[in-house]
């Protein structure tokens, strides 16, 4: 019981909560283990648990009837998902499936609501979660349909450096992330990609290994995508996403 407390504390927005306020929370909690590919559950499935990722990657995704699939989110260690469970939400409208070996907690939902209910700035916090998210799709779906592909990879690269990725000594930053996952995330083919990728590996921009890409050269991302000819539309969705990428990669 206290090994879950311990971990449910370090992780936002549960961290603000006490320690009578987390065994609450905690008492009926699963720790679950799910294997690389493993799935944690499919749309329509009943919406009965908001998750914290513990340790390791999942990836929410929806998929049409013949396969196509749209990466909706790539999620990491101290991160939320299923949250739509206390906003009303009864069946998944979305897939959830482990990138890697990953620790998740289960949170069940009345359990939640329980606490929300004593706790209105954990609730406030959790809908402004909600809302960040919500906020980035519709950027997304906006650099879908008015930028080009070139700068969607881009801008894309630059969110995912911000969130997850992985500063070094030498300045480069790692993202863990496959060509497969990349192109869903942006709209396009996985060939399509991998020739984009190949194009700025052969500038010296970034370097590509086994899932995973190494931005080498932040600057050159930031030339290429402020680079005259961009749209106010693109611009726009480029100064929101380095503004939050440099604040997140300052705190590493």
């Known amino acids: 019981m206290q090994f879950k407390v311990d971990l449910l504390k370090k992780m936002p927005p549960f961290s603000q909560l006490s320690e009578d306020e987390l065994n609450r929370l905690m008492k009926s909690a ?4 799910y294997k690389r590919n493993a799935v944690v559950y499919v749309a329509h499935d009943p919406s009965d648990r908001v998750f914290v990722i513990c340790d390791g990657r999942v990836k929410l995704s929806r998929s049409s009837s013949e396969g196509r699939e749209v990466v909706l989110d790539i999620l990491v260690a101290g991160e939320m998902f299923g949250e739509m469970v206390i ?3 009864s069946l998944r409208t979305h897939s959830a499936v482990a990138i890697d ?3 998740l907690c289960a949170l ?3 359990d939640v609501e329980l606490v929300l209910q004593t706790n209105p700035d954990l609730a406030k916090q959790i809908l ?8 980035e799709l519709e950027l ?6 008015f930028l080009p592909v070139e700068q969607r990879l ?7 450096a911000g969130r997850h990725g992985e ?4 300045g480069s930053v790692i993202i863990h992330l496959i060509q497969k996952d990349l192109a869903h995330l942006i709209g396009a083919s996985r060939e399509t990609v991998a020739e984009l990728l190949a194009t700025y590996k052969k500038k010296g921009v970034l370097h590509t290994g086994y899932r995973t890409i190494r931005l080498l050269d932040m600057d050159a991302i930031s030339a290429a995508l402020s680079a005259e000819g961009c749209d106010s539309r693109n611009l726009q969705s480029y100064a929101y996403c380095r503004a939050k990428t440099i604040r997140t990669l300052a705190l590493k």
């Open 101 to 103: 070996d990953s620790l």
């Open 108 to 110: 069940k939902r009345q």
């Open 87 to 89: 906003c009303g939400e």
């Open 167 to 170: 500063r070094c000594v030498d």
């Open 154 to 160: 881009l801008l894309i690269l630059f969110r995912q």
């Open 30 to 33: 699963d720790m679950i283990r």
């Open 128 to 135: 402004c979660h909600v809302g960040d998210r919500c906020a």
């Open 140 to 145: 997304r779906l906006e650099d879908q349909i």
